[in-house]
């Protein structure tokens, strides 16, 4: 009988603990974890519920980043006396880096009293860190140095670009590693082109790998100190009556320039000004001008042009040899081009004849026709000492034409016809006409001189 008693008051005290006790025990394993950025960690929370009831459990995450947290169900239900396991996956990304801590608070749905909380601890890393970053002056170009390290085996692309104070790219180079870890040094120079200006420039050196999804830079400043460096070629081409003087200027350094050609060249001779002066002298038989170029940028030419002439001294024979060019062009053309005559012969009262003579010294003749015109005061006779030609009777006169076809080189022709005059002191006879086409196609006309019967 007293054992039973006593068991009896055991199982009234085992009850009564459990009425009064924890309803709700929550735990997370593992409390703290490492994860890589951009890659998934899990961790396992244990909900067990302690009551003679069921539990119908909400989970709720507090902290930052919350968009990292793929929660498990909202919802858990747990028979009483009894735990339920649930997995929090959360997936870093994003540049923020170091140890973050969450808060998971797990309560009944209808006890507000029935609930516990537990914490974890996530400490994200990255696969790829820049520890240093320098940039210094190097010659023409800059010097930069990059220190790092990688995580993981991965093959990288370093990018360093020049950018200008204006936020202007100037120069790009690249630079490709392969199969990197650990920790890791690389210095380049990155060449500055001839035509940057002096003044303040940024290195902004860039990763990308294939294991790198977000932006990994780093930027460091130097100072492209002033140089000044103009230069000028000359070159000079030659002919019988002058030469033709090209200066090319050009800013080799960094800094805008302004620059002043001089040349000298002697006072009996002409300078021709293709770029003008701004302003010449002379002196001890010399004549100086000088050019006053624009501002050069850094990289730009400019160019004088002027002429040194020696007309002068060919002046006299340059006369002479225009007179006999002249002359012999006039002679040229005299003897060389086609010509047509007219003559009058009195042949008895009232009565003449009409001679055209067409000489071709040289040219071929095509499609020649020659047309003379007798006017009213006289009749043409029907009866020819030649060729025939056409009559073309008008109110004012008789029109003769000839069709001779073409003449060559040498070839001379003889046309003949009479009048009668009904006049007694004769008839003036206009001019004679030869018309043709020349070698080149043109039409041309000659005139004879004119006859009186």
């Known amino acids: 009988m007293l054992k039973i008693t006593l068991l009896a008051a055991f199982l009234v005290l085992?009850?009564?603990?459990?009425?009064?006790?924890?309803?709700?025990?929550?735990?997370?394993?593992?409390?703290?974890?490492?994860?890589?950025?951009?890659?998934?960690?899990?961790?396992?929370?244990?909900?067990?519920?302690?009551?003679?009831?069921?539990?119908?459990?909400?989970?709720?995450?507090?902290?930052?980043?919350?968009e990292w947290v793929t929660p498990p169900d909202f919802l858990v239900v747990v028979a009483p006396n009894s735990a339920e396991e649930r997995k929090l996956t959360f997936y870093p990304t994003g540049r923020d880096r170091g140890a973050f801590t969450y808060n998971i608070v797990v309560g009944d749905r209808v006890d507000e009293n029935a609930k516990d909380s537990d914490t974890l601890r996530l400490f994200v890393k990255d696969p790829f860190e820049i520890r240093k970053f320098s940039v210094e002056k190097s010659g023409p170009g800059a010097l930069a140095k990059l220190d790092f390290r990688s995580l993981e085996v991965q093959n990288l692309n370093i990018i360093f670009e020049a950018i200008d104070a204006s936020g202007n790219k100037v120069a790009v180079l690249n630079t490709e590693l392969k199969d990197v870890i650990g920790e890791r040094a690389v210095s380049e120079i990155v060449p500055m082109p001839e035509t940057a200006w002096a003044g303040e420039y940024t290195i902004k050196a860039s990763v990308k790998g294939h294991k790198i999804l977000y932006d990994i830079s780093d930027s460091a400043g130097f100072t492209l100190e002033p140089v000044r460096n103009v230069v000028e070629s000359e070159k000079r081409t030659s002919s019988v009556f002058y030469d033709t003087v090209t200066v090319t200027v050009t800013n080799l350094g960094n800094v805008e320039s302004q620059y002043t050609v001089e040349r000298a060249v002697p006072s009996d001779l002409v300078t021709g000004f293709v770029t003008n002066p701004s302003g010449c002298s002379d002196a001890a038989g010399s004549k100086t001008c000088r050019y006053a170029l624009a501002a050069l940028q850094p990289g730009q030419s400019a160019e004088v042009v002027y002429r040194v002439e020696y007309w002068p001294k060919f002046a006299p024979i340059a006369a002479i040899a225009i007179i006999v060019l002249v002359v012999a062009a006039g002679s040229y053309v005299r003897y060389t081009r086609p010509v047509i005559r007219k003559r009058v012969v009195s042949k008895g009262s009232y009565t003449y004849s009409v001679i055209l003579e067409?000489?071709?010294?040289?040219?071929?003749?095509?499609?020649?026709?020659?047309?003379?015109?007798?006017?009213?005061?006289?009749?043409?006779?029907?009866?020819?000492?030649?060729?025939?030609?056409?009559?073309?009777?008008?109110?004012?006169?008789?029109?003769?034409?000839?069709?001779?076809?073409?003449?060559?080189?040498?070839?001379?022709?003889?046309?003949?016809?009479?009048?009668?005059?009904?006049?007694?002191?004769?008839?003036?006879?206009?001019?004679?006409?030869?018309?043709?086409?020349?070698?080149?196609?043109?039409?041309?006309?000659?005139?004879?001189?004119?006859?009186?019967?």
């Open 14 to 66: 085992v009850l009564a603990m459990s009425a009064y006790g924890q309803p709700v025990d929550v735990q997370i394993d593992p409390r703290e974890n490492d994860v890589m950025v951009n890659s998934p960690v899990e961790y396992t929370l244990t909900i067990k519920n302690n009551q003679n009831k069921w539990l119908e459990a909400i989970i709720a995450v507090y902290g930052v980043h919350l």
């Open 358 to 453: 067409i000489r071709n010294p040289v040219k071929q003749l095509k499609d020649v026709f020659i047309s003379d015109f007798v006017p009213q005061t006289a009749v043409v006779e029907e009866e020819f000492e030649s060729a025939k030609p056409h009559l073309n009777a008008t109110q004012t006169g008789t029109e003769l034409v000839w069709k001779l076809g073409d003449l060559t080189s040498s070839d001379h022709r003889i046309l003949a016809y009479r009048i009668k005059s009904a006049l007694i002191g004769g008839t003036r006879m206009p001019r004679a006409q030869l018309r043709y086409i020349d070698a080149k196609g043109t039409e041309k006309r000659l005139y004879s001189n004119e006859g009186e019967a």
